[in-house]
């Protein structure tokens, strides 16, 4: 088992900042990839970014690609998403999430992720 604990959301004004960080616990040697996820009030999840493990390969959806910075610090065992540039429609519950499948590409679908966080709040206001 993996265990995901999300921390650094808030509230925060338009066109600010704000870093959330993702501490992985347990079985870490068994992920091969890290996401990031959100999810508004009465919409679907949604993809934010991923990076492998391993570290190098990213992947940003286009909603936040230029804005987002997905980041893995291998030595303390968490993952960062750096925001800047917020709007309001970034407002959602982010969730950390782990996969172990090696499909050699950054999955997007979260049914194809095994482990989730319990989520921090990101409110951004206009």
């Known amino acids: 088992q993996v265990q995901l604990v999300e921390s650094g959301g808030g509230l925060v004004q338009a066109g600010g900042s704000l870093r959330l960080s993702c501490a992985a616990s347990g079985r870490t040697f068994s992920i091969y990839a890290m996401g990031w996820f959100r999810q508004a009030p009465g919409k679907e999840r949604e993809f934010v970014a991923a990076i492998r493990w391993s570290g190098g390969s990213t992947y940003y959806a286009d909603s936040v690609k230029g804005r987002v910075t997905i980041s893995i610090d291998n030595a303390k065992n968490t993952v960062d998403l750096q925001m800047n540039s917020l709007k309001p429609e970034d407002t959602a519950v982010y969730y950390c999430?782990?996969?172990?499948?090696?499909?050699?590409?950054?999955?997007?679908?979260?049914?194809?992720?095994?482990?989730w966080g319990q989520g921090t709040q990101v409110t951004v206001s206009s």
């Open positions: 999430a782990a996969t172990r499948g090696n499909t050699g590409v950054l999955v997007t679908t979260p049914d194809l992720y095994h482990y």
